[in-house]
Nanobody, 123 residues
Framework: VQLQASGGGLVQAGGSLRLSCACARRTCSNNGMGWFRQGLEKEREFVAGSNWSGSNTNVADSVKGRFTISREKGSNTVYLHMTALKPEDTAVYYC?????????????????WGQGTLVTVSS
């Protein structure tokens, strides 16, 4: 599965962005999908995940109440809605498709990764 992420950019603290991730070449409508991020000199961390239908989602504690993940049942696209952005949210954001249909939070359960999109939040 080839994943294409988009929507990153430069935003001021307190602003909002929406990231999109689309599957190409092969459908991922039956796969769980997620978002991870990696800041400068930091480990890659889980941000948000969704099961195949969008009915079961989860976000990391660090972004809870500010970020949401969404997708429609049967859709090849998943979104990460980011609000109240903080400078510490600055990172390269990666989308990924999971091995199975369920919502998972660990990177080892994801088998396909997008190229990443940079989000920079200025103070």
């Amino acid at each position: 599965v080839q994943l294409q992420a988009s929507g990153g950019g430069l935003v001021q603290a307190g602003g909002s962005l929406r990231l999109s991730c689309a599957c190409a070449r092969r459908t991922c409508s039956n796969n769980g999908m997620g978002w991870f991020r990696q800041g400068l000199e930091k480990e890659r961390e889980f941000v948000a995940g969704s099961n195949w239908s969008g009915s079961n989602t989860n976000v990391a504690d660090s972004v809870k109440g500010r970020f949401t993940i969404s997708r429609e049942k049967g859709s090849n696209t998943v979104y990460l809605h980011m609000t109240a952005l903080k400078p510490e949210d600055t990172a390269v954001y990666y989308c990924a498709a999971a091995r199975g249909a369920w919502m998972v939070t660990t990177s080892r359960e994801y088998t396909s990764w997008g190229q990443g999109t940079l989000v920079t939040v200025s103070s």
